[in-house]
């Protein structure tokens, strides 16, 4: 017969349901069994008899997790707490440098020394706080974060800016304080307070004016992104589908498949999702285009593609602007072989798309034609890229797509 | 039968306390004078310390 013998007693844990401050002496309390007061008396006595129990106190809140400690660890993530530790770890011991220098003599002045502390701290909160979205890795796009998530994110954000600065206005005081200047530069704030008073009393209504028309103009902008995006989507897939099956209505085993496709690819696009068998780099989403022009045009479209890249929002760009250059080159190209040419780099994304066939004037394409002009040049020029398309009548066709990054 | 880590926190922690111990114990015969000048920066290095080897170990 096999026995597991297991300890009775919980493990050493705060409790901060029966505590008073952390909950270290509750939870030690329960831990060995003992009344809670005698272990608070012990911290009284040690704290009296020369300070320790203040300190072993600390130490034991800092160290001994607390009793609700996995459901406290979800919610806070481990590399947001070890950031955290690390910071104010060596804060503290910046700060003991320091009382260390100023116990042995050597020293400036109260007055320079704790303000500068001060706004040092509180820049570091608010440089931190305000390069936070730059240091977002931008290659993989960040899951939507629940509404009480972003909520808490907002209020961190704040609350973190707000110490900041409460911080540095604190330092400045302090020194001004220190200074004997505080009254003088109480005089010159109030009188710069009373003429930004009156000054926003008389452009109020203009400033809310213009504060209203951009932010409704850059609404407006970000509309009609969305819509040439939709729409080159649309062009891109739909539409090509579309007339594919005109093309192909006396198959219509062909027909069917087409349209299932199709449906796949749509539905994933409105849910969000990745493609099904969507590539995940440049070269490989390239090759998959080029295949998938070659399957329904019949036309080869050979692929040389020097260097790779994730299939970040900028190359997924360039993949859609290529795709649509070869879909014309295709179409158009006399069946000629179409050549493609992508050379990529983590700084800089350049792809060629040639044929030999009978070429075209640019500047005779129809405006109303969205091939050219929404899903190859607007889709570029949306993501900070250019095209350049060089053709002319019996020359063959050039659209080169570059991308800096 | 593996070889177990140590725990960075709680050498740390443990360090901490010692050194806090011996300062006490030197106070108490008279060696050093524990004034709170001297165990402020004590007391915050030790904690910053603790908190460090948390914090590290952590990432």
Not at chain 1, 12 to 40: F, H, K, N, P, Q
Not at chain 1, 53 to 66: E, R, T
Not at chain 1, 137 to 163: D, H, I, L, N, Y
Not at chain 1, 293 to 306: D, F, K, L, N, Q
Request: charged share 20%; with cysteine.
């Amino acid at each position: 017969m096999t026995s597991i013998a297991s300890d009775a007693r919980p493990r050493l844990r705060r409790d901060r349901s029966g505590g008073w401050i952390a909950g270290v002496s509750a939870g030690i309390a329960r831990r060995y069994g003992i009344d809670a007061a005698l272990v608070r008396l012990g911290f009284v006595i040690a704290t009296a008899a020369g300070g320790a129990g203040i300190a072993l106190y600390l130490l034991l809140w800092l160290v001994v997790p607390a009793g609700d400690a996995p459901a406290a660890s979800r919610r806070v993530p481990a590399g947001a707490r070890a950031s955290v530790e690390v910071a104010l770890g060596s804060g503290l011991l910046l700060l003991s440098v320091l009382l260390a220098f100023r116990a042995l003599g050597i020293w400036f002045s109260d007055a320079l020394v704790w303000p500068l502390v001060l706004i040092a701290t509180g820049g570091v909160l608010i440089w931190r706080q305000s390069t936070a979205g730059a240091r977002e890795p931008a290659e993989q796009p960040a899951p939507k974060p629940e509404p009480v998530e972003a909520a808490t994110k907002t209020v961190v954000a704040v609350s973190r800016t707000g110490v900041g600065i409460a911080l540095v206005i604190a330092a400045g005081i302090a020194f001004l304080q220190a200074t004997g200047a505080l009254s003088a530069a109480r005089d010159v704030v109030l009188a710069v307070f009373a003429v930004l008073v009156v000054v926003c009393v008389i452009l109020a209504p203009w400033i809310i004016r213009l504060v209203r028309s951009l932010a409704s103009e850059r609404a407006e902008r970000i509309r009609s992104q969305e819509r040439a995006e939709v729409a080159a989507h649309l062009h891109d897939s739909v539409l090509q589908t579309l007339a594919m099956v005109q093309r192909r209505s006396s198959d219509p085993r062909e027909v069917a498949a087409l349209a299932r496709r199709q449906e796949r690819e749509l539905r994933a696009w409105l849910a969000g999702r990745p493609a099904p068998g969507q590539a995940e780099s440049l070269g490989a989403a390239l090759e998959a285009a080029a295949a998938d022009v070659e399957e329904h045009h019949g036309v080869p479209v050979e692929v040389v593609a020097v260097g790779d890249v994730p299939l970040d929002a900028g190359a997924e760009a360039v993949v859609g602007a290529a795709r649509e250059a070869m879909t014309n080159a295709a179409k158009f190209g006399a069946g000629s072989t179409v050549d493609v040419f992508a050379e990529a780099s983590p700084e800089r994304l350049n792809v060629f798309v040639r044929d030999r066939g009978p070429g075209f004037d640019p500047a005779a394409v129809p405006q109303d034609r969205r091939g050219v002009s929404e899903s190859i040049v607007g889709r570029m020029r949306r993501h900070g890229g250019r095209a350049t398309i060089s053709s002319a009548p019996g020359s063959g066709t050039e659209v080169e797509l570059v991308l800096e990054r | 039968m593996p070889a177990r880590r140590p725990d960075l926190p709680s050498l740390a922690a443990g360090l901490a306390v010692i050194v806090i111990a011996l300062l006490m114990l030197l106070d108490e015969r008279g060696s050093i004078e524990l004034s709170f000048a001297v165990f402020a920066p004590v007391a915050c290095a030790a904690i910053g310390a603790v908190l460090l080897a948390a914090g590290l170990s952590r990432r």
